[in-house]
């Protein structure tokens, strides 16, 4: 893994999943100069370092984890709006999603997807 570098957030996703590897290509190429301030980092590969950090592996596979420059860790859809924010033509969609009403049930929907990919790979803890 890359070394900490000031501004950069460190995002724990599923590499195995190809839907997720095309979100991550998506973002790199919406994000611009702005993808370089996001490391990317396979929960298969640092479960050790997840652990170290509170987060049990598979709460990682089940969910989108990031870490802010400051080691705080934010997951579920709060990740996805803090890497949304920080590419222009993502904000606007940051912000809906993060509305109060909206927010629970796209954590819900989510949460479900999540779930059932995992169950039809074979690989729901």
Known sequence: ???YRQGVLRVYYDAVCSGCR???SRYERWAGE????VAWCDVTEHQQLLRDKGVEPQAALL???V????GRIVEGIDAYILLMRRVPR???LAWLI???GLKPLLRRLYD????RRLAREGRLP
Do not use: K, T
Not at 67 to 70: A, I, R, V
């Open 67 to 70: 870490e802010e420059e400051d």
């Open 112 to 115: 479900g997807w999540v779930r």
């Open 98 to 100: 993060g509305l109060p």
């Open 34 to 37: 702005a993808g370089e301030e």
């Open 22 to 24: 095309r979100d991550r």
């Open 1 to 3: 893994m890359e070394e």
């Open 63 to 65: 969910s989108l984890h």
């Open 90 to 92: 993502l904000r606007p």
